[in-house]
């Protein structure tokens, strides 16, 4: 493989969409649509590597085709954190927003067909996995969209547990009572064993956040996530200081810099980079490094397609595990209705809850787009 041609010389985007069974969402919204764009990279000898962003797919396609895409043409594939630094220069006027999130898709890519170069899965190139199963959570269920949001959450937990999940974090925000309610039953269909987390989606207050947790202190909670605003930093700096639990948040924050302004001020226990977001597995790996300066465990959120499932897979696999009870890294995984998840890696968990590796090259499984042709809205190509 070394005498191949590895510059980049063709450039794809895929933008997907597919319609939802019913309307469901979170405390703050709720959308009938799930929606992704996947990036192709393909070198002059002929390797392919496939990455995605998930928000803003329509603008991110846009961004890729006439600004970024044109920059990494040429590009040596087997060069990520180089074809990384050359598209960073387009994100100074948004260090922190869209760029960093179209950035994420070329970047996961680039690694993709790296990986595919030296025959090898995306752990080897990062150093080495530490392990070759990680623990897996399931989140969810979507709230519903009627009077009663928490309508079948009792029984989507129950199908999480049955599945082989030992970790689940619910969805939460309607209502104090309402909430209070709902951790409860999660945690009595789940049973004393099981790990349980409550995501509030940005839906409360630094006093509501407090007042929850210490009303379900008997569910055990082993973190809460984003109950503010997550641009919010002295409000999760006052709040990490008055909860009892661990304060976990990070997945809408682009670029290493806006994580080490909350590492820096204790603002989190948990960090959460999405890899289709953050900026990609450079970043990823930048973020990690940083987090473990400060002794803060990674648990890499995840939403999207499979190829941010399978991205997140090889990057948790690298990841240092950290003191403490809850088995960190954890890897997120969206039960939620989404076959632009499920076409492209559908993972199982064994026995004991976790997710094994793919050692596949690259991603570790091939990305067949013929899969979901029929949910691609548009595409474009750039040579």
């Known amino acids: 493989m070394k005498d191949r041609d590895n510059r980049v010389v063709k450039v794809e985007g895929f933008e997907l969409c597919c319609t939802l069974p019913e309307l469901a969402g979170n405390a703050l919204r709720v959308f009938n649509q799930r929606s992704a764009l996947l990036v192709k990279v393909t070198t002059a000898g002929g390797i392919a590597g496939w990455g995605e962003t998930w928000a803003f797919p329509t603008s991110a396609s846009s961004f890729i085709r006439t600004t970024l895409a044109p920059a990494i043409l040429g590009a040596d594939v087997t060069n990520p954190r180089a074809a990384q630094a050359r598209l960073l220069q387009f994100a100074v006027p948004d260090r922190r927003g869209q760029a960093h999130m179209a950035i994420s898709a070329l970047d996961i890519a680039f690694w993709d067909g790296y ?3 030296e ?3 995306i752990h080897a190139l990062l150093g080495g996995r530490l392990r070759d199963r990680v623990t897996a959570y399931a989140s969810g269920p979507l709230l519903k969209s009627g009077v009663d949001r928490y309508a079948g959450f009792a029984e989507e937990v129950e199908r999480y547990a049955e ?3 030992r970790a689940v974090k619910v969805r939460v925000g309607v209502g104090a009572a309402l909430d209070v309610q709902a951790i409860r039953r999660a945690r009595a269909v789940l049973g004393d064993d099981a790990l349980l987390m409550a995501d509030l989606n940005e839906s409360s207050t630094q006093r509501g956040a407090v007042a929850l947790t210490e009303a379900v202190a008997d569910a055990r909670l082993a973190w809460i996530e984003e109950p503010l605003p997550h641009d919010d ?7 990490a200081r008055a909860l009892a639990i661990p304060l976990a948040g990070g997945e809408s924050f ?3 810099q806006a994580f080490r302004d909350s590492l820096c001020a204790g603002a989190l226990d948990i960090i959460q980079p999405d890899l289709a977001l953050c900026g990609g597995l450079t970043e990823g790996m930048r973020i990690a490094g940083l987090a473990g300066a400060f002794d803060v465990p990674v648990a890499p959120h995840v939403w999207g397609t499979g190829i941010n499932t399978l991205a997140a897979l090889q990057f948790a696999s690298v990841l240092p595990s950290s003191r403490g009870s809850v088995p960190f890294p ?3 995984c969206d039960m939620g209705f989404n076959p632009l998840r499920t076409a492209i890696f559908d993972p199982k968990p064994d026995a004991e809850g976790h997710l094994a590796v793919p050692g596949g090259p ?11 042709a029929e949910y691609v809205t548009a595409h474009w190509v750039l040579e």
């Open 119 to 121: 025959g090898k899965p």
């Open 115 to 117: 990986g595919h170069v």
């Open 254 to 256: 682009c670029g290493v």
């Open 163 to 165: 599945a082989g999940y």
């Open 362 to 372: 690259g991603l570790g499984v091939e990305v067949a787009i013929d899969r979901i």
């Open 233 to 239: 930093l002295p409000g999760y700096t006052r709040l």
């Open 330 to 332: 954890l890897l997120e």
